[in-house]
């Protein structure tokens, strides 16, 4: 039976508590998900495979915003490996499509406002962009 199931899933669950902080503290945090925090810290409760973007705002402070991605982590791997010694060529498929491999970062997240009246920006980190395809060549198929 325990290569029917994914290790990772099992062992590490399919979500995954994020820890968001504001500096100065107190912000008020909401995240692209629709969670909502009256003040940071914030610990919200996220599936490990979903990728969101942090919010913080506080009066006198500009907005700021944090993008949290997914990375696999040492113990998903760890995971992953339990499964490829144990023959769960279905366990595998099952941590693959649950996300149990992977962790959120950054986590802890930090959002750094400044004062409006500052010349520097809060934080604002957006998902990156992933690289452009490079053109097709060749004879149009058809």
Known sequence: ???????????RGT??????????????????????CP???????VSRKTELTAFAEK??????QLFIGTKM????????AGNILLGGV???????MSGATLDHYPNPALITLVPVDAADQSTSVNKPMPPKAPPKTGQPVG
């Open 15 to 36: 979500t995954e508590k994020v820890v968001i902080s504001s500096n100065p503290p107190d912000a008020t945090i909401r995240t692209s998900l629709g969670h909502s």
């Open 90 to 96: 279905i366990g595998i498929g099952v941590d693959a």
């Open 73 to 80: 982590g040492g113990n998903g791997a760890a995971g992953l």
């Open 59 to 64: 009066p006198g402070y500009k907005a700021g």
């Open 39 to 45: 003040q940071s810290p914030c610990t919200i409760e």
């Open 1 to 11: 039976m325990a290569a029917l199931c994914g290790c990772a899933s099992v062992v």
